[in-house]
């Protein structure tokens, strides 16, 4: 089946007074219908500029400069801002970090759901209205009607997400990009919100995918993993594969701090984690501990592993690392 | 329900507001310089005389008691009389307040109606001719004093052109003035159905009008503007766009967040026009309240520039009290 999503060596490029700087550079993703993908990687990576790029969201001084975005066999770069406007919030919706800052603060969230129910379908709006009452019962608001009339601010965190899901998923969206779900709330809240977009996304056939620098998360609710550094994906394999033998030395890095910090062990501090990528060769290699004198050379393509289906590294070492000869 | 409980708590601080002020006014009056007993004996009296007059006046006995009467006397709604026109007090300012109201309603108004488009419009295209004429204006309109511009604009439009009569007050000096009910010479001429002083009024308006929303209307163009670029980048307009909201449902998410900055500055324009248009009301004669608040500072007339201060006072009160007002019914956070 063609994949509902395929990102195809995207470039992103940050127009700055010296000229300009690529931030997301031949990133290449693709989603499955009904898949769900987590992307992962620290903050700074590119993973909310990589989503605002597939919803067209990108203003100046950040522009798409180059690769493709196809959504169900249709390009979307290059998309004018009417066609895309057609596609944001029915084909593909977005859940944001801090949903309270991304409410209207001075419109009811009742008013706010039947503005994007209305924003796709010629409804009238006590017809909107009705369906946004079911879509807050659907995203479990308890007494819906009379949530209707509340402002942002009179909700809790969790709620004004919950508010979030439910314009997300006003329209039977094909996929549903989900920027940090966790970020702001707290661990029971963040739990709740997850199972519930997860269960929503199984129910509508709705494919995910979940951003989020917490792996525990990735682990848990999706079936492949993408790793992000510095605009690039490094790794990108099964969940499975992944939390069993990751291969490119920032993914092993990053499994073991969440590891370190499941356990409350003592994190492990490096100085090297401070240092900026690279600007040539690989980006990993100031931090990386078997880095060769050929990483400052060449930049690594995504490059599948010999013997391991859908497992792709942007390593030079990744064999040797696969093959336990170095341990990363 | 909430509205009224808000403004009924608004309206009992008032009259504290108000006794504050008038004791502030009163004192400070009285410790400028000159002495209002001279206008009333000229500068040959004899010195029996003087005193004579000043027990009079009642400005031989101590402050407080000085006070006490005032406040006695205000309070059954005599502010005094004037010493240089020689007529009560409230009589003067009922010839011109009206004036200055009227000044003040269709340069505030036009200013809004004019400033706040042009706002939303350069902050949502910020390239284009009418983007920089704006900025140009912006620039200009803040570097230019209102009375210059005001005489520029009487040699442009009466005496090069001649489209506009010339600064001769707020009617033809041939025309009777209309009915007196609202004092406001467009509004009660309207209502009168006296056309020819409708016209004569309106055209009297336009020049002062059009200096005052020139010089100031910038105010409410660039507060406008820069509160509209703050919310059309906000992360709601952001989460509109990507809910798949038109372009319209965005800029009306912004502009509705927007006006409680654009709701300020007007509300401080309105204020700041009662009393500083007085150079405009003097470049055309408009015999306003501003002239006459200057006129009984440099006369030391008391009971006239007390009666316009409290008079401010209370006109900045309401106009705050409507912006207070404005803010509760759009920002459902405050309580």
């Known amino acids: 089946m063609a994949p509902l999503l395929d990102i195809g060596a995207l470039g992103v490029d940050l127009a700055t007074a010296g000229g300009s700087r690529r931030i997301v550079d031949d990133l290449s993703l693709r989603v499955g219908q009904r898949e769900s993908v987590g992307i992962v990687g620290e903050s700074g990576s590119g993973k909310t500029i990589l989503i605002r790029a597939v919803l067209g969201l990108l203003d100046p001084p950040l522009a798409v400069a180059g690769g493709s975005i196809a959504f169900d066999g249709r390009e979307l770069v290059g998309l004018d801002e009417r066609r895309f406007r057609e596609i944001r919030g029915r084909d593909i919706a977005l859940t944001t970090p801090e949903p309270r800052k991304h409410l209207n603060p001075l419109l009811t969230v009742g008013r706010q759901i039947a503005n994007v129910i209305r924003?796709?379908?010629?409804?009238?709006?006590?017809?909107?209205?009705?369906?946004a009452i079911g879509l807050l019962r659907a995203v479990g608001i308890p007494d819906p009607e009379r949530r209707m009339a509340a402002y942002?601010?009179?909700?809790?965190?969790?709620?004004?997400?919950r508010v979030i899901i439910a314009m997300?998923?006003?329209?039977?969206?094909?996929?549903?990009?989900?920027?940090?779900?966790?970020?702001?709330?707290?661990?029971?809240i963040s739990r709740q919100i997850l199972d519930l977009m997860h269960q929503l996304a199984e129910s509508h056939g709705t494919a995910l995918v979940l951003v989020s620098r917490d792996l525990g998360v990735v682990a848990h609710y999706c079936r492949r993993v993408a790793v992000m550094y510095a605009g690039r994906i490094v790794e990108d394999a099964s969940v499975a594969a992944f939390f069993?033998?990751?291969v490119h030395p920032y993914s092993r890095q990053l499994l073991r701090a969440a590891v370190a910090a499941r356990d409350g062990a003592a994190r492990e501090r490096r100085s090297s984690a401070l240092l900026p990528p690279a600007e040539t060769g690989c980006a990993f290699r100031l931090r990386c501990p078997v880095a060769v004198a050929e990483c400052a050379a060449t930049a690594p393509p995504l490059a599948p592993l010999a013997g391991a289906a859908g497992h792709a590294a942007r390593c030079l070492r990744a064999a040797a690392i696969a093959a336990g000869e170095i341990a990363a | 329900m909430r509205l009224l409980k808000y403004v009924a708590r608004r309206l009992l601080v008032l009259p504290v507001q108000l006794l504050i002020v008038s004791l502030i006014v009163?004192?400070?009056?009285?410790?400028?310089?000159?002495?209002?007993t001279f206008l009333y004996t000229g500068p040959f009296a004899t010195t029996d005389r003087v005193a004579e007059v000043r027990r009079q006046l009642g400005l031989d006995e101590p402050?407080?008691?000085q006070y006490v009467r005032y406040l006695d006397r205000i309070a059954h709604g005599d502010f005094g009389l004037s010493m240089r026109t020689s007529q009560p007090v409230v009589a003067d300012i009922r010839q011109r307040l009206p004036g200055t109201m009227e000044l003040i309603l269709y340069s505030v108004v036009l200013s809004v109606a004019i400033g706040v488009p042009l706002g939303v419009y350069t902050a949502i295209r910020d390239k284009g001719i009418l983007n920089r004429l704006v900025f140009l204006y912006g620039m200009t309109a803040g570097a230019l004093p209102d009375f210059w511009f005001a005489l520029i604009a009487i040699f442009l439009f009466f005496y090069t052109l001649d489209w506009l009569p010339g600064p001769m007050g707020r009617l033809d000096l041939m025309l009777a003035k209309p009915a007196d009910i609202t004092g406001l010479y467009t509004i009660d001429s309207l209502l009168t159905g006296n056309w020819a002083a409708l016209a004569s009024a309106s055209a009297q308006l336009a020049l002062p009008v059009l200096t005052l929303v020139f010089i100031y209307m910038s105010l409410v163009l660039k507060n406008t503007r820069s509160a509209?670029?703050?919310?059309?980048r906000s992360d709601f307009v952001l989460y509109a766009r990507a809910a798949g909201?038109?372009?319209m449902m965005q800029w009306r998410y912004a502009l509705r967040n927007a006006m409680p900055p654009v709701i300020t500055v007007t509300g401080i324009l309105t204020w700041f026009l009662l009393g500083g248009a007085v150079l405009v009301e003097t470049v055309f004669a408009w015999g306003g309240l501003g002239q006459y608040a200057v006129q009984s500072v440099v006369n030391s007339d008391y009971a006239a520039l007390q009666a316009v201060v409290l008079l401010s006072a209370v006109f900045t009160m309401a106009v705050f009290l409507v912006v207070d007002l404005a803010y509760f019914v759009i920002d459902p956070r405050i309580k």
Request: proline share 7%.
């Open chain 2, 63 to 65: 402050l407080h008691v």
């Open chain 2, 228 to 232: 509209m670029e703050d919310m059309l």
């Open chain 2, 26 to 36: 009163f004192v400070l009056v009285r410790q400028m310089p000159g002495d209002p």
């Open chain 1, 119 to 131: 924003a796709h379908r010629d409804v009238a709006h006590a017809a909107a209205a009705e369906e």
């Open chain 2, 245 to 247: 909201l038109s372009r």
């Open chain 1, 244 to 246: 069993e033998r990751p």
């Open chain 1, 152 to 161: 942002p601010h009179e909700l809790s965190g969790g709620m004004c997400q």
């Open chain 1, 168 to 188: 997300a998923l006003a329209h039977r969206t094909r996929l549903l990009l989900v920027d940090e779900p966790t970020a702001g709330l707290d661990v029971t």
